[in-house]
């Protein structure tokens, strides 16, 4: 290639030269898109093995008095056991089920956020694929933490308050 195909130095433009960082109209709105979901408490959360007996982790559930657990395979997320779960695939086959392990009827590969989202991508999950509780990583794709609407209603309130 010959020099005379680059552009000397003074013919460059920087293209962010006149760039203007984008005005919202409220702080909530700021806040959902420029915010992390880090913002959002996401702590504590209770992760189980995926060969937790499901009479194990529905115990769990009622103990803890919490709707959703992690369920955790060297140090991957690899699913979710909720209320809704044992509502849906448990209750009917209780006696069945008790002594299988929580992997068999669990919500398998759920989706999930990065800790780096911004909480309007937390939301979308939650309104748009219908999950209530929605799992959080870090970059290296560990479990940090979970999002419920609980949380969620929490952050957005310190706008409106």
Same mark, same amino acid.
């Given at each position: 290639?010959?020099?005379?195909?680059?552009?000397?130095?003074?013919?460059?433009?920087?293209? +962010?030269?006149?760039?203007?960082?984008?005005?919202?109209?409220?702080? %909530?709105?700021?806040? #959902?898109?420029?915010?992390?979901? !880090?913002?959002?408490? $996401?702590?504590?959360?209770?992760?189980?093995?995926?060969?937790?007996?499901?009479?194990?982790?529905?115990?769990?559930?009622?103990?803890? $008095?919490?709707?959703? +657990?992690?369920?955790?395979?060297?140090?991957? +997320?690899?699913?979710?056991?909720?209320?809704?779960?044992? #509502?849906?695939?448990?209750?009917?086959?209780?006696?069945?089920?008790?002594?299988?392990?929580? !992997?068999?009827?669990?919500?398998?590969?759920?989706?999930?956020?990065?800790?780096?989202? !911004?909480?309007?991508?937390?939301?979308?999950?939650?309104?748009?694929?219908?999950?209530?509780?929605?799992?959080?990583?870090? %970059?290296?794709?560990?479990?940090?933490?979970?999002? !419920?609407?609980?949380?969620?209603?929490?952050?957005? $309130?310190?706008?409106?308050?």
């Amino acid at each position: 290639m010959s020099d005379s195909q680059f552009p000397s130095p003074e013919d460059f433009q920087d293209p +962010l030269e006149n760039y203007e960082p984008k005005t919202y109209e409220d702080p %909530l709105e700021q806040a #959902l898109a420029e915010e992390t979901v !880090s913002a959002i408490r $996401h702590e504590p959360y209770v992760r189980i093995p995926p060969d937790t007996p499901v009479q194990a982790a529905v115990e769990k559930l009622a103990g803890l $008095h919490v709707a959703c +657990l992690l369920v955790e395979q060297e140090g991957k +997320l690899v699913g979710v056991f909720s209320d809704r779960d044992v #509502l849906s695939r448990v209750a009917e086959e209780y006696d069945q089920l008790k002594d299988q392990p929580v !992997s068999e009827v669990m919500t398998n590969n759920p989706i999930y956020v990065y800790e780096t989202d !911004s909480p309007a991508a937390a939301l979308a999950v939650m309104a748009v694929a219908g999950y209530r509780h929605v799992p959080v990583l870090n %970059l290296d794709d560990q479990l940090v933490g979970i999002v !419920s609407p609980q949380r969620v209603t929490a952050f957005l $309130h310190r706008y409106f308050a």
